[in-house]
């Protein structure tokens, strides 16, 4: 009897975006690669920013091994339902600003703080030499 394959839609696999639940989709399989974060040699950060698209692209360029390939196959959980998959990105896009990059931004609030402060400097100095 053949086994049954899963089918997922790009939106259900992004609903998996954090690090106690991540999912990734590489090469139209949908992968629950949880378990595996704080292994990945490359660091959790790495696959976290792929959730939520296909990430084949970014795997392949990273010129994984055949071992990790081997690896990835253990945790693979169905496959991306492609007759869905485009609508469901466009539905996925946040309005305004990327998700991610406000995100980045909560994160690392200091690399704005730094630019403001830079910015208060040179203008007093300026207008200090005037």
């Known amino acids: 009897m053949p086994t049954l394959t899963k089918l997922y839609t790009m939106q259900e696999a992004s609903r998996h975006s954090t690090k106690e639940d991540c999912w990734i989709v590489i090469d139209g399989k949908v992968y629950d690669v949880s378990s595996y974060l704080d292994d990945h040699p490359g660091g959790d950060d790495v696959v976290l920013a792929t959730t939520g698209k296909d990430a084949t692209e970014e795997f392949e360029d990273a010129g994984h091994s055949k071992s990790a390939k081997e690896l990835m196959e253990t945790m693979c959980i169905g496959e991306l339902d492609t007759d869905t998959s485009f609508s469901a990105e466009l539905e996925n ?38």
């Open 93 to 130: 896009q946040p309005t305004g600003y990327p998700q991610k990059l406000m995100d980045l931004t909560k994160q690392y609030w200091a690399v704005p703080a730094a630019v403001v402060g830079i910015s208060v400097v040179v203008g007093f100095l300026y207008l200090r030499k005037k």
